[in-house]
């Protein structure tokens, strides 16, 4: 069944790309983007990040960037959640697997 789902999804992305270069692209789950980034900053992140290629450097800045806002996120709910020292979170795991 998932290889019935990929060729739906393969289908579907032939359907809006004209280019095989698109095909790979749309297939692989990457959108292409052009975007304008200052090429001393990219070059840094490289370096720093040791990375082999701009687009490495790019997603792992992406990623590293959606990382610490999730984070960002929890920090925040701190103080707000009251605890409970005597609540036994394995037992609530036993009782929940029943």
């Known amino acids: 069944m998932a290889a019935e789902i990929r060729w739906v999804y393969v289908v579907k992305s032939l359907a809006l790309c004209h280019t095989v270069e698109c095909v790979i692209f749309y297939t692989?789950?990457?959108?292409?983007?052009?975007?304008a980034i200052d090429d001393r900053l990219i070059e840094?992140?490289?370096?720093?990040?040791?990375?082999?290629?701009?687009?490495?450097?790019v997603t792992t800045a992406l990623e590293e960037y959606v990382q610490r806002h999730k984070q960002a996120e929890i920090i925040k709910l701190f103080g707000t959640i009251d605890f409970d020292p005597a609540w036994d979170y394995k037992a609530e795991r036993k009782r929940r697997r029943k």
């Open 28 to 35: 692989k789950g990457i959108m292409p983007t052009n975007l």
């Open 44 to 57: 840094e992140a490289q370096a720093i990040g040791g990375h082999k290629s701009k687009r490495a450097a």
